[in-house]
Nanobody
């Protein structure tokens, strides 16, 4: 099983960024996927979840209306579109396979002017 996140970087407040997670080694289309994040000194928190078909999406309150999770089961990818970011979004972002405990290594997002 491999989960490889990409797309992180430095972005200004109010800017946008798209994170991508490429999965391999398992039947991606069968699993619910999530994006988590962890800021320094804080616990890891779930940002967004998408069901196996991509029909149902759930977001943490602080990112509702700003972030969008999506998936492409043909390409085995799950993306997180981040719009209107703020400094509180600064964190390491991780891709996660629900119910299996599989994690990627993360991609760093830093929001700063």
């Amino acid at each position: 099983v491999q989960l490889v996140e990409s797309g992180g970087g430095l972005v200004q407040p109010g800017g946008s960024l798209t994170l991508s997670c490429e999965a391999s080694g398992f039947s991606f289309s069968l699993f619910v996927m999530s994006w988590y994040r962890q800021a320094p000194g804080k616990e890891r928190e779930r940002v967004a979840t998408i069901d196996s078909a991509g029909d149902k999406k759930v977001y943490m309150d602080s990112v509702k209306g700003r972030f969008t999770i999506s998936r492409d089961n043909g390409k085995n990818t799950v993306d997180l579109q981040m719009n209107n970011v703020n400094v509180e979004d600064t964190a390491m972002y991780y891709c996660h396979v629900n119910d299996m405990g599989w994690w990627g290594r993360g991609t760093q997002v830093t929001v700063s002017s």
